[in-house]
């Protein structure tokens, strides 16, 4: 079983940027694929992000791709997130996950209680 603690969410104005950070707890983080979601207000949760437990292969929803970059540092127990270029329609809870690698959330077995990101235009 792993803990999930996301951190990094604040206000942010339109272009700027922020790194989320997700902390995990025990010593089977590298045996977890991860990845990044986010759901907006009167939304479902969507995908956003995901990277595999080795860090090689990761894989981001068009909407972000080109401006985050997903991460992750297996000795430190901690993925991140680095989002550029912000646009209010990022604006959302992010959460992060641990399971198998890809899209969709049904295939992730724990979630943090996530971090709030809002982008100011």
């Known amino acids: 079983q792993v803990q999930l603690v996301e951190s990094g969410g604040g206000l942010v104005q339109a272009g700027g940027s922020l790194r989320l950070s997700c902390a995990a707890s025990?010593?089977?983080?590298?045996?977890?694929?991860m990845g990044w979601f986010r759901q907006a207000p009167g939304k479902e949760r969507e995908f956003v992000a995901t990277?595999?437990?080795?860090?090689?292969?990761?894989n981001y929803a068009d909407s972000v791709k080109g401006r985050f970059t997903i991460s992750r540092d297996n000795t430190k127990n901690t993925m991140y997130l680095q989002m550029n270029s912000l646009k209010p329609e990022d604006t959302a809870v992010y959460y992060c996950?641990?399971?198998?690698?890809?899209?969709?959330?049904?295939?992730?077995?724990?979630w943090g209680q996530g971090t709030q990101v809002t982008v100011s235009s």
């Open positions: 996950a641990a399971g198998s690698y890809g899209s969709r959330r049904e295939t992730y077995d724990y």
């Open positions: 025990g010593r089977t983080f590298s045996r977890y694929d």
């Open positions: 990277i595999t437990r080795s860090g090689l292969i990761t």
